[in-house]
């Protein structure tokens, strides 16, 4: 059977309507409406082309960028494109570029830190792209310690350099920077400036300013697409009112006057991007498992029957490992959409001047963030081996999307300097307990310590790990265990720091077990509500169920070390996941075509939605440069002269 027949015999067999899991899968009928008619914009128009990319040098990467995100800012003028239109259609493009930075990190700096007269001076321009802008934070020495940046704002500043903000290297024409606020002799810690770096008549860099691109970034394009920068500030003088100045301001004698609210606050854009990461790492798992999931209905090799080899995706194997990527991306979706909901309700508290679920916002974005990150990073990777050796050809659009990706793990904060932020939030969580505060959000779990640290897990048969409430006891008993015995092991300490230092490769694991928790809980919650559509509920379930077991099977170290469950039970949720494989076996390809991906968006041969693979890979090797030639460039100073001399040797 041909690979265009295989997918279609497989959509036939699906046992559910994926017009509807579409839905789900947007988020709401608008929001999938929107994101079909945007990524149909894209595909459509040959402007956006994306499969020359890898045979363009960086210079010619780059331009091409630029050229498409200025297309792409006129069809939106053009179409008079909503905010939410814009978003997607930006998405669906498809290449890191300066604009990530401006609408991603830029627009939301300023909405967030400025004072009213700040916005609507600054608002405009950049909602017009009359400037351009970039979020300059992270300096050559210092990334992941904020506190101790080294760049000064103070009325005889010193001089330092900026390293790695997206946009900075070659188009923004105005930076957030992050400084130390120094005024009077007394430094006030990290606040963020507008500062203007080029000019806007000529784009040339303003003096006393040196700007550069950091250079080439892992893989051949990839995020190359992005100018991450260089700068050098040499007294450098900005207005005293391009310090953000919604939180703290500067008067003009100098005094320096803090509102009442938490310093954190200038964190605000970290949070805001950490949980759009969250939903990202969605969309990045999806596209990986799209594309395996479709190649593995489509491959065969061995087990001849009627002289018809098997279809790989009928290997144990390999749904062991693909399986729960298809449930981890379908997880990832739905914490992002609960993250998303709890990011609005902190902005609407802080706006009433509530601070009570700053920590707790905190810590989830960067909790989730980590593992969301880590899990597609290594899901990606994992189906590029689901694609054997095709996998590893650009062509399959799972290299590209692995280099582009795996930067998530670092950007917005190192996945492991996030975690300890987290097990410092728990391991707080725990001691407050003694004092009677009781935890709430998605601590309120450790308010039952006693009967979760005396519990036993109820499971008798193979089928009880299909139960939401028992599967959501294990993983709170197996998370308040480990918060518990690192509280425990801290407390022997004299010096908690030390202690939290020496111990912190078990508080990272700690942290990861209150995040799957996280995850795991949330994926639950969402089927207790309204789920619309035949057959849609039912497949969720399946795959909430593959993610909760996959990852009790993945960690069985933590479950068995802190006796939440015994060796039987363990086998007996092995048994219930095989069982689980087999029940989503037929419904595979359907619930990768419910992301609804275009094949352009997809960029992948593997990966086409008609299946014709084959016959599109051949013809794909021919268009490369390669083979332009059938006697290669360099044959006759380099492989003739070679094969002479051989010849001559061979007659010796
Ligand atoms: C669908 C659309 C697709 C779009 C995709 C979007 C993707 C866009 C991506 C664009 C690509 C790349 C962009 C990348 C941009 C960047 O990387 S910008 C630079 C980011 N840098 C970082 O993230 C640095 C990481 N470091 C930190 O965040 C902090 O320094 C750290 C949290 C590690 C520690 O902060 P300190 O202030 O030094 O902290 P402590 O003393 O440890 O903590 C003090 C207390 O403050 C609390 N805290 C810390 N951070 C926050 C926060 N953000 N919000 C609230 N509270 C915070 C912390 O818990 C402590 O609390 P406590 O005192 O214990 O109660
Ligand atoms: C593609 C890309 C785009 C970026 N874009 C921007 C941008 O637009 N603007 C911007 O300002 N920045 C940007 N950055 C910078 C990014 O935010 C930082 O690289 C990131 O925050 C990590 O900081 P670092 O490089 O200092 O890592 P380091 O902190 O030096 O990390 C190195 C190692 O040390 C470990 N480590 C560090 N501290 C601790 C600790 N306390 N305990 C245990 N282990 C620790 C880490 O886990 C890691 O293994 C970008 C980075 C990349 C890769």
Same mark, same amino acid.
């Given at each position: 059977?041909?690979?265009?027949?295989?997918?279609?015999?497989?959509?036939?067999?699906?046992?559910?309507?994926?017009?509807?899991?579409?839905?789900?899968?947007?988020?709401?009928?608008?929001?999938?409406?929107?994101?079909?008619?945007?990524?149909?914009?894209?595909?459509?128009?040959?402007?956006?082309?994306?499969?020359?990319?890898?045979?363009?040098?960086?210079?010619?990467?780059?331009?091409?960028?630029?050229?498409?995100?200025?297309?792409?800012?006129?069809?939106?003028?053009? #179409?008079?494109?909503?905010?939410?239109?814009?978003?997607?259609?930006?998405?669906?493009?498809?290449?890191?570029?300066?604009?990530?930075?401006?609408?991603?990190?830029?627009?939301?700096?300023?909405?967030?830190?400025?004072?009213?007269?700040?916005?609507?001076?600054?608002?405009?321009?950049?909602?017009?792209?009359?400037?351009?802008?970039?979020?300059?934070?992270?300096?050559?020495?210092?990334?992941?310690?904020?506190?101790?940046?080294?760049?000064?704002?103070?009325?005889?500043?010193?001089?330092?350099?900026?390293?790695?903000?997206?946009? $900075?290297?070659?188009?923004?024409?105005?930076?957030?920077?992050?400084?130390?606020?120094?005024?009077?002799?007394?430094?006030?810690?990290?606040?963020?400036?507008?500062?203007?770096?080029?000019?806007?008549?000529?784009?040339?860099?303003?003096?006393?300013?040196?700007?550069?691109?950091?250079?080439?970034?892992?893989?051949?394009?990839?995020?190359?697409?992005?100018?991450?920068?260089?700068?050098?500030?040499?007294?450098?003088?900005?207005?005293?009112?391009?310090?953000?100045?919604?939180?703290?301001?500067?008067?003009?004698?100098?005094?320096?006057?803090?509102?009442?609210?938490?310093?954190?606050?200038?964190?605000?854009?970290?949070?805001?991007?950490?949980?759009?990461?969250?939903?990202?790492?969605?969309?990045?798992?999806?596209?990986?498992?799209?594309?395996?999931?479709?190649?593995?209905?489509?491959?065969?090799?061995?087990?001849?029957?009627?002289?018809?080899?098997?279809?790989?995706?009928?290997?144990?194997?390999?749904?062991?490992?693909?399986?729960?990527?298809?449930?981890?991306?379908?997880?990832?979706?739905?914490?992002?959409?609960?993250?998303?909901?709890?990011?609005?309700?902190?902005?609407?508290?802080?706006?009433?001047?509530?601070?009570?679920?700053?920590?707790?916002?905190?810590?989830?974005?960067?909790?989730?963030?980590?593992?969301?990150?880590?899990?597609?990073?290594?899901?990606?990777?994992?189906?590029?081996?689901?694609?054997?050796?095709?996998?590893?050809?650009?062509?399959?659009? #799972?290299?590209?999307?692995?280099?582009?990706?795996?930067?998530?793990?670092?950007?917005?904060?190192?996945?492991?300097?996030?975690?300890?932020?987290?097990?410092?939030?728990?391991?707080?969580?725990?001691?407050?307990?003694?004092?009677?505060?009781?935890?709430?959000?998605?601590?309120?779990?450790?308010?039952?310590?006693?009967?979760?640290?005396?519990?036993?897990?109820?499971?008798?048969?193979?089928?009880?790990?299909?139960?939401?409430?028992?599967?959501?006891?294990?993983?709170?008993?197996?998370?308040?265990?480990?918060?518990?015995?690192?509280?425990?092991?801290?407390?022997?300490?004299?010096?908690?720091?030390?202690?939290?230092?020496?111990?912190?490769?078990?508080?990272?694991?700690?942290?990861?077990?209150?995040?799957?928790?996280?995850?795991?809980?949330?994926?639950?919650?969402?089927?207790?509500?309204?789920?619309?559509?035949?057959?849609?509920?039912?497949?969720?379930?399946?795959?909430?169920?593959?993610?909760?077991?996959?990852?009790?099977?993945?960690? $069985?170290?933590?479950?068995?070390?802190?006796?939440?469950?015994?060796?039987?039970?363990?086998?007996?949720?092995?048994?219930?996941?095989?069982?689980?494989?087999?029940?989503?076996?037929?419904?595979?390809?359907? $619930?990768?075509?419910?992301?609804?991906?275009?094949?352009?968006?997809?960029?992948?041969?593997?990966?086409?939605?008609?299946?014709?693979?084959?016959?599109?890979?051949?013809?794909?090797?021919?268009?490369?440069?390669?083979?332009?030639?059938?006697?290669?460039?360099?044959?006759?100073?380099?492989?003739?002269?070679?094969?002479?001399?051989?010849?001559?040797?061979?007659? $010796?």
């Amino acid at each position: 059977m041909e690979g265009v027949d295989h997918l279609a015999h497989e959509r036939n067999r699906s046992q559910f309507d994926v017009n509807d899991m579409k839905i789900v899968w947007a988020g709401s009928r608008e929001a999938f409406e929107v994101s079909d008619r945007m990524s149909r914009l894209v595909a459509n128009d040959p402007a956006f082309r994306k499969d020359n990319r890898v045979h363009l040098t960086r210079k010619e990467l780059f331009k091409n960028t630029l050229r498409k995100a200025a297309y792409a800012w006129k069809k939106i003028i053009e #179409l008079k494109l909503s905010e939410e239109e814009a978003g997607r259609l930006r998405f669906f493009v498809d290449e890191p570029a300066y604009t990530d930075l401006h609408w991603g990190m830029f627009v939301p700096f300023l909405k967030g830190q400025g004072t009213e007269e700040q916005l609507q001076k600054w608002l405009p321009l950049a909602y017009k792209m009359q400037i351009i802008g970039c979020y300059a934070q992270t300096e050559l020495g210092h990334g992941s310690n904020v506190q101790w940046l080294e760049t000064t704002a103070t009325f005889d500043p010193k001089t330092d350099e900026f390293w790695w903000p997206g946009g $900075l290297g070659k188009v923004s024409t105005h930076a957030v920077v992050f400084a130390r606020l120094i005024t009077n002799g007394r430094d006030y810690g990290v606040h963020g400036f507008i500062v203007q770096i080029r000019s806007l008549d000529d784009h040339s860099v303003l003096p006393g300013i040196t700007i550069g691109d950091i250079g080439v970034k892992f893989g051949n394009g990839a995020y190359n697409t992005m100018d991450n920068g260089v700068m050098h500030f040499d007294h450098i003088r900005i207005p005293r009112n391009q310090l953000l100045m919604r939180f703290s301001q500067v008067t003009r004698e100098g005094k320096y006057v803090q509102s009442d609210v938490p310093r954190q606050l200038v964190y605000g854009t970290m949070v805001y991007v950490r949980k759009t990461i969250v939903i990202d790492a969605s969309n990045a798992l999806s596209r990986a498992v799209c594309i395996a999931t479709r190649y593995s209905a489509v491959r065969r090799q061995f087990g001849s029957q009627d002289g018809v080899e098997t279809q790989v995706i009928n290997y144990k194997t390999q749904q062991s490992r693909l399986f729960p990527l298809l449930a981890s991306a379908y997880a990832f979706r739905f914490v992002g959409e609960w993250l998303q909901w709890l990011y609005t309700d902190v902005t609407q508290r802080l706006a009433a001047n509530d601070f009570s679920t700053l920590p707790e916002a905190h810590a989830c974005t960067a909790g989730l963030k980590s593992i969301t990150t880590a899990a597609t990073a290594d899901g990606i990777e994992e189906c590029r081996k689901l694609c054997g050796g095709h996998g590893y050809l650009c062509s399959s659009g #799972l290299p590209e999307l692995f280099a582009v990706y795996v930067p998530a793990c670092t950007y917005e904060g190192d996945n492991v300097v996030l975690l300890l932020q987290v097990a410092r939030f728990l391991v707080k969580t725990v001691s407050q307990l003694v004092s009677g505060k009781k935890p709430v959000g998605t601590t309120a779990y450790m308010g039952r310590l006693q009967h979760l640290m005396e519990s036993t897990c109820k499971v008798q048969k193979a089928e009880d790990w299909l139960n939401p409430s028992i599967v959501l006891e294990a993983f709170e008993v197996r998370s308040a265990r480990m918060s518990v015995e690192c509280a425990k092991r801290l407390s022997q300490f004299t010096n908690q720091e030390e202690g939290f230092h020496e111990l912190s490769p078990s508080l990272v694991e700690a942290a990861v077990a209150h995040c799957q928790l996280i995850i795991v809980a949330k994926f639950i919650e969402k089927l207790q509500g309204d789920i619309p559509g035949n057959g849609v509920k039912d497949q969720l379930q399946k795959l909430c169920s593959i993610y909760a077991l996959f990852t009790l099977h993945k960690h $069985l170290g933590d479950f068995l070390s802190t006796s939440t469950i015994t060796p039987k039970q363990a086998s007996l949720a092995d048994d219930q996941l095989r069982s689980l494989y087999a029940q989503v076996r037929p419904n595979a390809v359907a $619930l990768v075509d419910a992301f609804n991906y275009t094949d352009h968006y997809l960029g992948s041969i593997l990966g086409r939605y008609d299946g014709n693979v084959y016959p599109n890979l051949y013809d794909e090797a021919w268009k490369d440069p390669m083979n332009d030639t059938a006697v290669p460039d360099g044959y006759h100073e380099y492989i003739k002269p070679l094969l002479k001399q051989q010849l001559r040797n061979s007659r $010796l």
